[in-house]
């Protein structure tokens, strides 16, 4: 059920040598293989930007407006709404991606994207200030349905797409075109803000935050013409049960205990990442002078998003190279052991002329994470089940990941206030608590998690196949085509028909 400590391409690919690698024959480019992956994957860059936007935002919309925004809710509503909208539009795209369609329900999320983020940055309630703060929340909400299509629909059909390319290189350019297109987004959503108030300085906060959500419409469009040549990735035409009645009593028992895992692992790195990323200037504005400028804070902000990169970048090879589980466990490992490190450091690294090596410690804090569970946790789930139920499977373990940010966002400040008047004490608990959750994670990723193999989407929907028919399944319904789907009644009624005969 979760797999062996062999890899399974070495312990289960031999019996099926002539079967692993069917798409290899499809006639194709290497454009035409790679550029669907590209479409589908590239749209989570709007799920880092929006997300990650909003902490700078928020900073913003509390220097300009006080304690009627700090006091009214809309500080924490505004910042978490949007994970109470991505968990919704997950399990709703989870389902159609899996019943209707791949390709249309990537489309339908990308105009959900372009619409809410351009009424965001526009967002007026009726001319009062508490207006203003409630159609922001409404709209965060909104554009969050949108953000959660792109992971069941988008990163699912990615990693369908990936298992055309060149065997070897598989896990990477899955990580390439998700979580890298994320992190960019983190460092894009960190950065456009600090350009802003640089351009239109402290005198024009209202421009920088309204331009900068708006700017959230841009990826989306880009990525708009692509998907409207979108097909469905060949696997799904194949192992798709859209004209079959999914026999969830058996995905369960099958599936059930293996998603358990990825899903918790998944809320603990949520947990951990989104809240420091969105609380990160405020962090900084701890730890920078009084005198610092609104820029400085979101510079150093800037800098600090950037060591996302070279750890998704190194982990999308360092994946193909040791394979996913063993990547997510050394990584989130390693991130455990610095975070250890930076609390019990930080009255040091807190210090103002220390801020340079505040950044960077922190920086490879949250490069770890990236080389470990940030690059792996969404391979592992969209590979470690078949490719009929993929998109469900993937939208649930997603969706507890997304709850995790949600409740990350909420209990920060809450971890912060633990240590009191004690200013060292409320940034070190975050650390000490991040840290802890790093190991918990290493641990039952390595007991509990199977490896992934570079053909594992097709040995997956082998076994499952199997499993199926052993369980007096009819995996005759499954597939697209429209000769090859016939309901259970009529192939029962076909079987009596001969007998008689």
Known sequence: MFGSKK??????????????????????????RI?????????????????????????????????????????????????????????????????????????????????????????????SLQGMFAALTAYRFLVGIGIGGEYPAGSVACSEATGELRAGSRNRWFILFT?????????IGAFVPYLLVVICSDNHLRAVWRISLGLGVVPPLVLLWLRLKLKEPEEFKKESMKNAKIPYGL?????????????????????????????????????????ASLAQSFGWNTV???????????????????????ALV???????????????????????????????????????????????????ASKTCATGVRGQYYAIAAAVGKIGAFVGTYIFPYIEKAGGSDTNATAQYPFYVSSALCIFSAIIAFWFIPQIGQDTITLEDIRFREYLEKNGWDTRQLGLGKGEVESLGERKVEEKETVKE
Do not use: H
Not at 56 to 64: A, C, D, M, R, W
């Open 330 to 380: 050394i990584g989130v490992t390693l991130q455990g052991l610095v975070g250890f490190l930076m609390a019990g450091l930080y009255p040091t690294l807190a210090k103002p002329g220390n801020v340079g090596g505040f950044a960077v410690v922190y920086g490879i804090f949250l490069s770890l994470g990236e080389l470990g569970p940030g690059d792996n946790i969404g391979l592992l």
């Open 35 to 127: 550029w669907p992956a590209m479409a589908c994957g590239s749209g989570l860059f709007s799920d880092g930007y929006i997300n990650n936007v909003i902490g700078s935002v928020s900073t913003i919309l509390k220097k300009l407006y006080g304690k009627a925004y700090t006091e009214s809710g809309a500080q924490k509503n505004i910042s978490a709404i949007t994970f109470a909208g991505t968990v919704f539009g997950m399990l709703i795209f989870g389902y159609t991606s899996d019943k209707w369609s791949r390709s249309n329900s990537l489309l339908l999320s990308t105009v959900i994207l372009i619409i809410f983020a351009a009424l965001g940055s526009g967002a007026y309630g009726g001319g």
């Open 304 to 326: 600090i998003n950037l060591f996302y990169i070279p750890g998704a970048m190194l982990g999308s090879l360092f994946s193909d190279f040791v394979g996913p589980r063993y």
């Open 7 to 32: 890899p399974v391409a070495e312990t289960e690919a031999e019996p099926y040598t002539q079967n692993v690698d069917p798409l290899a024959e499809i006639p194709k480019t290497r454009w035409e």
């Open 251 to 291: 995905v369960l028992k099958y599936y059930g205990p293996r998603l358990f895992v990825v899903s918790l692992i998944w809320f603990i790195y949520d947990f951990s990442t989104y809240s420091f990323g969105i609380f990160s200037s405020t962090i900084l504005s701890n730890i920078l002078p009084s005198t």
């Open 179 to 187: 979580n890298v297109m994320i992190d960019w987004g983190f460092v």
